[in-house]
């Protein structure tokens, strides 16, 4: 039982560059989220999903996109990374939207 | 706005000596208060809900309490493994899906 996986670890991107982040759970969860966290800031979520082939805005989603095209899988899309995306992002998942969200390790990103 | 206020922003312990990290909130509504627990380089790792003001939860050396206005992170006799950053989040009615969080408390333990 993995919990929640993220790939890659780490990665650079130089600016006008797209790229994908995978997040990966087996606990048979229906919510998940992405979060990023920066430095002298909570952690902020980016989008959600509240079951397999939906996807909802959260609080700053701007520059991103999202799919939940299986229930165990929910993927972060970077279309053109700007330097403001650099950041570490956390993947979560909870059974259900009032239950413990579970997170992943986090992907660190750095956009030249 | 929902806010999450965690004080303080850095502590520093002896090894042995017991103290309180607090999470201090302004909600509309609330549903549950997580805390949860992040070393260096991993993600946050959860440790308690609470969800109505009394109530208490402990595990090992931690203790997390709630009132209508904050919750408190009781840490008795801290060990240097004890040292993380220990964060804050708060669940409302308005809005279920969605964790606010706190700034987070770096909490270092000598030994």
């Known amino acids: 039982n993995a919990g929640v996986t993220q790939t890659p670890k780490f990665r650079v991107l130089k600016t006008g560059q797209s790229m994908t982040l995978l997040c990966a759970q087996d606990m048979n969860h229906e919510y998940m989220y992405w979060y990023r966290q920066d430095p002298g800031m909570g952690l902020r979520l980016i989008h959600y999903s509240v079951g397999e082939g939906t996807t909802a805005k959260g609080e700053v989603p701007d520059g991103y996109n999202v799919s939940r095209l299986k229930k165990q899988n929910f993927l972060l899309g970077l279309e053109s990374a700007a330097p403001s995306q650099t950041s570490v992002y956390f993947c979560a998942s909870s059974r259900s939207e009032q239950e413990t969200q579970y997170f992943g390790p986090g992907t660190r990103l750095l956009v030249l | 706005e929902d806010q999450v206020t965690q004080s303080p922003e850095a502590l520093r312990l002896q090894e042995g000596e017991s103290s309180s990290l607090n999470c201090s909130y302004t909600v509309s509504g609330l549903r549950g208060l997580f805390w949860y627990r992040q070393d260096p380089g991993k993600g946050p790792e959860f440790l308690f809900t609470?969800?109505?003001a009394g109530e208490e939860k402990e595990k090992e050396r931690l203790k997390a309490t709630l009132t209508k206005k904050e919750s408190f992170l009781h840490i008795t006799a801290p060990k240097p493994e004890d040292s993380a950053t220990y964060l804050c989040?708060?669940?409302?009615?308005?809005?279920?899906?969605?964790?606010?969080f706190g700034k987070g408390t770096l909490l270092t333990v000598n030994p």
């Open positions: 609470l969800y109505s």
């Open positions: 989040a708060v669940q409302t009615g308005r809005s279920n899906y969605k964790l606010t």
